[in-house]
Every structure is written in structure tokens, then in C-alpha cells.
């Protein structure tokens, strides 16, 4: 048992020596007010090394150090490993205002050396310091910050915080306007926390979402704050919310050169087309298959409808459109099939032209045109059926006899005209004239409140309608459609009761809306419960028997708020 205590030791011994020794420094805060007390901390991963304290900058010491140890093993695919954790703390302060710098901590091992990141600490008057909140924050980000119109961007949300995070609670888009944007993980279901040190600060991060954007219109757009609510707790026992807003974020859309062209589509990347033609050679009405397929990558969310130019000696249909596109930071990637089906109704040669299309090269920084080349088509004559004809004989000769037992050829009753049925036949255009012309009248004379009113009435019948697809959907146990059709369902019975836009129906909008309109707070409850049950099942799983819960819970709230507002 000795041999093998020791051996133990000798191998966590090994395991510390070859690890990776690191030094770090950091402060409770680099925005401080003159004569405040912070923290200054120095953290090495080892016991081995001689580490030297570092110049403050001038700033006094008003504590310390204090020196403590943590230990932490952790047990992976069966190897044991033992981490070591030294920490001394300071206590700091400035007598004056002004910016100093404490220099990096200088670790010697074995002759090697390592140094820590300087620090810069601003110190105000009393009084001036900001009231942000350093501990909890959010910032919004973008790779870039200047744009072609159409060009892709990314916008990253990261939180930062002094506490671990315990759970993600609730998210909020900011308003946009003139900018398309795109969720890049939206299955995700998991959140990782990190460590990074800002400014000398040591914080837990999270990326809470990463979009890749399009900005619509030139000029300045801008992304309006991000609201985010996470949980952290102070023991085992309690919990406590943080709710936090982002920073505003603004980009500068750049119009984009040539872009007045009526053949440009408002395609910004690299794009390629190409074109497939079943046959070129075909009798008259036989069906001729055309499949135009655009290939690259950039704003393909803007692609559309596209139209082939038909000789009207053909019958077109509307084309059946596969996207195969994947979302990217680069932007969205992959190509969109057309599949177009016409039929000629005569015979002869014809020339259906090739499709084409500019769009913006945003590496050579022009317009560039895509095109395929024109369809010849030769169109043969079908050879029609012969249909022997029916030869029969008439009799001219034959003697046509009369029925000697008529009484007469007609009868009072024969007559249609001066009867009731007569009349009423004659009279009823003119009364349903009348008729639709008061309807007319009536819908052009409806004013904006009562069309609103009516937008109200029929947003609990559409609900109920749009519920029973949902209900549909969890029968066939397809719960993750179920879900997104139920958040469909309480978007659009917001949007007709409240009369706004979907940019309006964030969950603290419709709380405030529903709060104003009188509504019980028990039903708010019930609405905040059923609003966050279903942002979750878009992040976490969610069991079968939780989603039948939500949309039955979804109903009976519906048809409470249906009746009140």
C-alpha cells in the first residue's frame, strides 16, 4: 500500500510539473472614484516558481496581501488530474484622479520567464464614476462595421458576468429596421461559459446568439438593444435574477455602385447559373421540363421568384422551387432550383431566351452578369386521329304522320311570360345590383376602427383554427412543428388584438400591452409562463407530455383574452 501511495504521488507530482504554469493578474474594477478601495489580484497555477510583486503605478496599498490555496481533481477517461490554484489579493487605491498603470507580473520557473498583461486603472472625482453595471452586462458586436447593401455581417450577443451563470431564463430581439437577419445555431440547446479577462477584469462569459445579416437600405441602420435574463445563485439555496440590456448597435449601409440597372436582382456575393432542358425536340402538346439552378453564396434570401421569357404559343406553369441553402457567417450558401414546365400548343421553331441576372461581386467590388444560354426548341405537328364518319340515310320521301288524338297544340299552362316566375326572373339582376352596390358602400364607408374592431373579433376564430393544426402536429408526435406553430399562433392573435407590427410582440411588450388593457395578473402569469416554456423548447428539450401541457394551457388562455380584450 506504501509503494503504491507513493507511486500515486510520484505520478500527480509528474502531472504538475509537465502542465502548462501560467500567471495572470486582475482587478474588481479599472473604473474607480478617488480614495475608493479595489481589489487587485495575482493567480498562478503552481507552487514552484518564484513570483515578484509589481509595480503599482503609484496608487497606495491599503491591504494585504492576503495569499490562499485551491486545490481541484478532476477524474477523465480514468486519468487523474490535480490543479493547484495560488492567489494574493491587494488592496488599492488612488489618492488623486488620473490614470496609472500596474505592470505585469513578472513569474520566474526554472529560467524561464513569464509576465502578466499590464493594467490601466481610470480614477474620477467622487461621484463621477459610471453607473453601469460592471458586474452584469451585455455586448453587442459586429465583424463589420461599415457595408455594401446586401453585403453579409455578423452580430455576436455575449454576456459577461462576476458570477457564474446558473440558467439562461428569457431573450429579446432589439427592434430593427431595414436589416434581414438570421439565427446561425438556432437548434442549439446548450450554452458554454468561458473565462476572459477585460481590462485587467476577470468575467464568465456566454454568447447567448450569433446572426449573420443584410442590411436592406443604404445609410445608417441601426440594431436597438437585446434584452436577456439569467439566473445566478448565492448558495446552494437561493437564486437571483439579472435581467440586462445590450448596447445599441449601429452600421453604415453603403449604396451600392450600378445598382439602378433593371437587371440587377440585388444579389450581393458569388453567384453562378446554370440551365437543363428535358428535350428540344418535341410534338405538339408534349411537356418540356426547363430547371434553372442558382448556385453560390451571399443575401440568396432575396433571390425570389424568377420568370422565363414564353412565346405565348406556350402554356407555362408557376415553377416548383427546391432550396438548398445552409446559413453561414458568410452568408447564406448553396443554390436554389426552378423547375419550370411548358407545353407547346403549336407547331413550329421557337427560341426561349436564356435566363440572366447581375449582381454585385463583392471581391472585385462591381456588377458582374449570370447567364444561361437561349433555348431552341422545334416543335412538330401531331398527326391527327381519323375517325371513320357515321353514314346514315334519310328518307326524304318518308311521310311525317300527325297525331290525330291531340286536342289542340297548346295550353294556358304552356305559357311562361306574364307569370310570377316571369317577373321574378326578369327583376332579380337588378336587385342583386342593388344589392352588392349597398355592400360596396358599406365596406368603402367602414372607417379604420371598426375594420379594427372586426381584425379583433376574428382573432380568437383564427386562433382556434390555427390550434387545431398544432394539436395536429402532436398527434403525429412531430412536438418541435408543434411548438413553432404555437408560437406562430400567439403571434399572430397579438398582432390582430393589439393592431402591431411583429417587431412589437417581444414577451416584455405584450406583458406591458396586457397590463394596460386591464388585464388579471393571474392571465399575465399564465402568458409569461406559456412565453417562456416556449423560447425553452427552442434551446432545451422538452418532453412530449410538457409541449400537450403548454398548448392546452395555450387555449384556455387564448380564449380568456379572447373574451377581455
Not at 446561425?184 to 473565462?195: G, I, V, Y
Not at 439602378?260 to 408534349?286: A, R
Request: aromatic content about 10%; overall charge negative.
Amino acid at each position: 500500500m506504501r509503494r503504491i501511495g507513493v507511486f500515486i504521488l510520484f505520478v500527480c507530482c509528474i502531472q504538475l510539473g509537465f502542465g502548462q504554469k501560467t500567471v495572470q493578474s486582475t482587478v474588481s474594477s479599472n473604473q474607480v472614484a478617488a480614495m475608493e478601495v479595489f481589489e487587485f489580484q495575482i493567480i498562478v497555477n503552481n507552487n514552484d516558481c518564484n513570483v515578484l510583486q509589481p509595480d503599482f503605478g503609484g496608487l497606495t496599498v491599503a491591504g494585504g496581501p492576503q495569499s490562499s490555496q485551491s486545490n481541484n481533481i478532476s477524474i477523465v477517461n480514468g486519468q487523474r488530474t490535480q490543479n493547484t490554484e495560488l492567489t494574493w489579493t491587494y488592496q488599492l487605491r488612488a489618492k488623486e484622479v488620473g490614470s496609472y498603470i500596474i505592470s505585469g507580473v513578472t513569474m520566474v520557473c526554472g529560467g524561464e520567464t513569464q509576465v502578466s498583461e499590464p493594467i490601466e486603472i481610470t480614477v474620477s472625482e467622487e461621484g463621477q464614476v459610471s453607473k453601469v453595471d460592471q458586474d452584469y452586462y451585455m455586448r453587442l458586436t459586429t465583424n463589420k462595421s461599415s457595408v455594401y447593401k446586401g453585403e453579409p455581417f455578423t452580430v455576436t450577443l455575449k454576456y459577461y458576468s462576476k458570477s457564474r451563470p446558473d440558467s439562461f431564463e428569457a431573450l429579446d430581439l432589439g427592434d430593427v429596421v431595414g436589416i434581414y437577419r438570421q439565427d446561425l445555431k438556432p437548434d442549439r440547446t446548450s450554452f458554454q461559459t468561458n473565462m476572459e479577462s477585460i481590462n485587467g477584469v476577470r468575467y464568465y462569459t456566454i454568447v447567448l446568439r450569433e446572426e449573420v445579416c443584410f442590411a436592406q437600405r443604404s445609410g445608417e441602420v441601426k440594431l436597438e438593444p437585446y434584452y436577456a435574463s439569467l439566473l445566478f445563485r448565492r448558495d446552494f439555496f437561493n437564486q437571483f435574477r439579472k435581467e440586462t440590456y445590450s448596447n445599441t448597435l449601429s452600421i453604415d449601409v453603403k449604396k451600392i455602385p450600378g445598382s439602378s440597372s433593371l437587371d440587377f436582382t440585388g444579389l450581393v456575393g458569388e453567384f453562378s447559373v446554370t440551365s437543363e432542358i428535358s428535350s428540344n425536340h418535341v410534338l405538339m402538346g408534349d411537356a418540356i421540363d426547363i430547371k434553372i439552378t442558382i448556385d453560390g453564396k451571399g443575401n440568396m434570401q432575396g433571390l425570389g421568384l424568377i420568370e422565363l421569357d414564353v412565346p405565348e404559343e406556350f402554356d407555362q406553369y408557376d415553377p416548383e422551387i427546391e432550396d438548398k441553402t445552409s446559413v453561414s457567417s458568410t452568408g447564406i450558401k448553396g443554390k436554389i432550383e426552378y423547375n419550370f414546365v411548358v407545353i407547346p400548343k403549336h407547331y413550329g421553331n421557337y427560341t426561349i431566351p436564356g435566363y440572366s441576372f447581375q449582381y454585385f461581386d463583392l471581391k472585385n467590388k462591381k456588377m458582374k452578369t449570370a447567364q444561361v444560354d437561349d433555348f431552341i426548341i422545334q416543335v412538330d405537328k401531331r398527326e391527327s386521329m381519323e375517325i371513320d364518319p357515321i353514314k346514315t340515310e334519310l328518307a326524304n320521301t318518308d311521310i311525317q304522320y300527325i297525331e290525330e288524338n291531340s286536342s289542340g297544340f297548346f295550353e294556358q299552362d304552356d305559357f311562361f311570360f306574364g307569370t310570377w316566375t316571369y317577373y321574378g326572373l326578369v327583376s332579380s339582376p337588378l336587385l342583386i345590383s342593388f344589392f352588392f352596390i349597398f355592400i360596396r358602400r358599406k365596406k368603402e364607408n367602414i372607417s379604420d376602427e371598426e375594420l379594427l374592431v372586426l381584425q379583433q373579433k376574428k382573432a380568437g376564430k383564427n386562433a382556434e383554427t390555427a390550434l387545431k393544426e398544432v394539436k395536429a402536429n402532436l398527434e403525429q408526435g412531430k412536438d418541435a412543428e408543434a411548438l413553432k406553430g404555437l408560437q406562430t399562433t400567439l403571434n399572430k392573435f397579438f398582432m390582430e388584438k393589439f393592431n402591431v407590427g411583429l417587431s412589437d410582440l417581444s414577451q416584455r411588450k405584450i406583458a406591458e400591452r396586457l397590463t394596460t388593457g386591464n388585464v388579471e395578473n393571474e392571465s399575465i402569469e399564465k402568458f409569461n409562463k406559456i412565453w417562456n416554456a416556449i423560447e425553452m423548447g427552442q434551446y432545451a428539450p422538452i418532453t412530449h407530455e410538457n409541449v400537450v401541457l403548454t398548448v392546452n394551457n395555450t387555449e384556455g388562455l387564448l380564449i380568456e383574452l379572447d373574451k377581455k380584450l
